[in-house]
């Protein structure tokens, strides 16, 4: 798996480049414009990480130029500038996602992750992890070919953890991600921790081959056991 | 009072005084002049009487007035230097007017044959009390044409004249700097309200330049601190899956994300603001509220759950408002989020939605919140150091920009209404 991260703000590109590298991803960086333009010409990649403002051109028009040469790399666009118009902008103009700054690292590997997915599964994309298979599009988890009902927000945080699996994803990344921009206060912690009680509990009751820990108070880890 | 009826009243006080001092002045001067012009015709008349008694001393014998307008009578004065001419005013009854009237009396002595006479000469007079009060009438009657005539000025010319003026202020009642481009007047031909226009002009031009200036500042500066922002959350992310932290150094780091992610928060909501206020949100759409509500409530019905709380939503009827779908969602999820935070555990929360009105209601704290301040910005209900405190000041502002009257009253519970024009 290719990524291409183009950022202009370089403790952004390192930090962003360590957390997909540890992803076994093959991440390539370019940091203006013109080398941007020069490597999305040259390679194909299955993801790129797009930031509009750069140095010397507009992120934009990397993605114009992509969509001109025919090529269907996945694109988000990463943006401080969280403009709807941007956004809307970006979307029209065939990018695939658009993750505003600031993000959480759990966020963007489950971004990266259901691009990815999209692109090389073309439609049939199950997840499969240990004896837990899940549909994405039907929003259904099958624990060893039986299913297990979740609910809406317990299957969010579900799939959020397995696409950030072995990693740590802090209360927040997780509260967020589930609960949207909207919450700022401290009830959606208590909250969250009652969904990872009801999922750990579902997952246990059918014998599943996954399980989430708690790490330190500061988050949770998914594992295969 | 208005400017013109001021200058009006002065000019009325002024000319009251004015006419007065005039009328008098006039009065005596043309009394004296009257008084002089009498007075010359008696000398004269005294010296063609002395003349004819010279010719014909018979005449010496009209000791009444009579047909005559004069009396001549011996006196003992001899000398003649020893009594001066007198004019003086007297009464005297008056036939045609059966009343007595003012006249002038000459009285003289003179020399007649070695003795001396004494002649009385009257002419009747200017009536002095029906002059005053001619006077009086006409004087009235020129202050009031004086007045009429500067009121119909006023209103005419003065009016035309201060018409810029007028229209001045009345785009400086209307002047809203988070809407309106700088007032910009036509050139008069006044200089003084050229001045004031282009004052005028001026100043409203540099309240704008820094109105938008402070905008763009909040806005730039929200923007600028999400690149470091991302970093130092991202890297604390990072550190935290780096082995060999104890779980009191992984604590401390989580404990700081939580505090970087409070202020992605906050900044993302004074970012929110700030477009709100800049009109970044131009498209909007018929929101059907009921419906969006209705869908709210699902949203939140987990966390409601999770606080004990049941959300009953009583829609009597289908509400829809012209509003950016966007800005509609932030308006209704921060009024819902808030009842659901401030609610009571194990008490519901109404939703309403009557004819113009969405009222949402819970049971909290049993006394009214302080209304004042209630929406501005960073204001607290509680200690709670993660909220932002910019909820419903965000609320407020959707709320003001599309004219929909965000209020808030309690009873026996907290209410919060939104009242659709």
Same mark, same amino acid.
């Given at each position: 798996m290719k990524i291409l991260i183009i950022e202009d703000e370089p403790q952004m590109l390192e930090n962003m480049r360590q957390t997909l590298e540890r992803e076994q991803y093959i991440v390539e960086t370019a940091t203006d414009f013109t080398a941007a333009n020069d490597k999305i010409g040259a390679y194909d990649?299955?993801?790129?990480?797009?930031?509009?403002?750069?140095?010397? /051109? @507009? /992120?934009?028009?990397?993605?114009?130029?992509?969509?001109?040469?025919?090529?269907?790399? /996945?694109?988000?666009?990463?943006?401080?500038?969280?403009?709807?118009?941007?956004?809307?902008?970006?979307? @029209?103009? /065939?990018?695939?996602d658009y993750l505003p700054k600031p993000f959480h690292m759990a966020e963007l590997h489950a971004r990266v992750k259901a691009i990815v997915r999209r692109r090389n599964f073309e439609g049939n994309n199950q997840i499969e992890i240990g004896n837990v298979s899940i549909d994405p599009e039907s929003r259904s988890v099958f624990v060893a070919e039986k299913e297990v009902v979740f609910n809406r927000k317990e299957f969010d945080v579900l799939t959020y953890m397995i696409s950030n699996k072995t990693r740590l994803v802090t209360k927040t990344a997780l509260a967020e991600h589930v609960w949207g921009d909207h919450i700022d206060q401290a009830d959606s912690f208590d909250f969250i921790y009652s969904q990872i009680k009801n999922v750990r509990k579902k997952l246990a009751d059918a014998r599943a081959t996954i399980e989430i820990e708690a790490v330190y108070g500061v988050g949770y880890k998914l594992q295969v056991v | 009072m208005k400017l013109l009826n001021h200058t009006t009243k002065y000019f009325a006080i002024l000319l009251v005084v004015l006419i007065s001092v005039w009328a008098v002045i006039f009065y005596v001067a043309m009394i004296d002049e009257v008084y002089d012009s009498l007075d010359d015709g008696l000398e004269n008349q005294k010296e063609i009487i002395i003349q004819a008694v010279n010719d014909n001393p018979e005449l010496l014998n009209d000791t009444e007035f009579g047909v005559n307008n004069y009396t001549i009578k011996k006196t003992q004065v001899h000398k003649e230097t020893k009594f001066k001419d007198s004019y003086r005013d007297t009464l005297m009854y008056m036939q045609n007017e059966e009343d007595y009237e003012p006249v002038r009396i000459l009285e003289s002595v003179f020399e007649q044959d070695g003795s001396y006479y004494k002649l009385k000469l009257i002419t009747s007079m200017v009536e002095e009390d029906d002059q005053i009060e001619n006077l009086f009438i006409y004087l009235v009657g020129l202050y009031l044409a004086l007045i009429l005539s500067i009121l119909v000025l006023n209103n005419i010319v003065m009016k035309r004249i201060w018409k810029p003026f007028y229209r001045l202020i009345g785009r400086l009642k209307t002047f809203r700097i988070e809407k309106d481009d700088p007032i910009t007047a036509e050139p008069t031909t006044i200089d003084e309200f050229n001045l004031l226009n282009k004052s005028v002009e001026r100043l409203t031009e540099k309240s704008r330049d820094s109105y938008l200036a402070q905008k763009e500042f909040i806005e730039n500066a929200a923007h600028e601190l999400q690149t470091p922002l991302a970093i130092a959350i991202n890297k604390l992310e990072l550190l935290l899956e780096k082995n060999g932290m104890s779980i009191a150094q992984s604590q401390e780091v989580g404990s700081v994300l939580d505090n970087l992610t409070r202020l992605t928060r906050l900044n993302k909501s004074l970012l929110l603001l700030s477009k709100i206020d800049n009109k970044q949100y131009v498209d909007a759409e018929r929101i059907d509220f009921t419906d969006l509500v209705k869908k709210m409530v699902q949203d939140f019905a987990d966390f409601a759950t999770h606080k004990d709380i049941e959300l009953k939503v009583d829609a009597h009827q289908k509400l829809t408002y012209t509003m950016n779908p966007d800005l509609a969602v932030v308006l209704m999820t921060n009024l819902i989020k808030n009842a659901i935070v401030h609610g009571q555990g194990g008490k519901p929360i109404h939703i309403e939605i009557v004819e113009n009105q969405i009222r949402i209601q819970n049971y909290g704290e049993n006394s009214a919140l302080q209304s004042g301040g209630l929406f501005e910005r960073f204001r607290k209900a509680s200690a709670d150091s993660r909220s932002t405190g910019l909820g419903l000041s965000i609320a407020k502002a959707i709320a003001d920009k599309y004219d929909v009257a965000l209020t808030y009253s309690f009873t026996d519970r907290h209410e919060f209404t939104l009242t659709f024009p």
């Open positions: 990649y299955d993801c790129i990480l797009l930031d509009i403002t750069l140095p010397d /051109g @507009n /992120g934009l028009e990397l993605l114009k130029e992509l969509k001109a040469l025919g090529k269907e790399d /996945g694109v988000i666009i990463v943006s401080a500038k969280d403009s709807l118009d941007d956004r809307i902008k970006g979307l @029209n103009l /065939g990018a695939d | -």
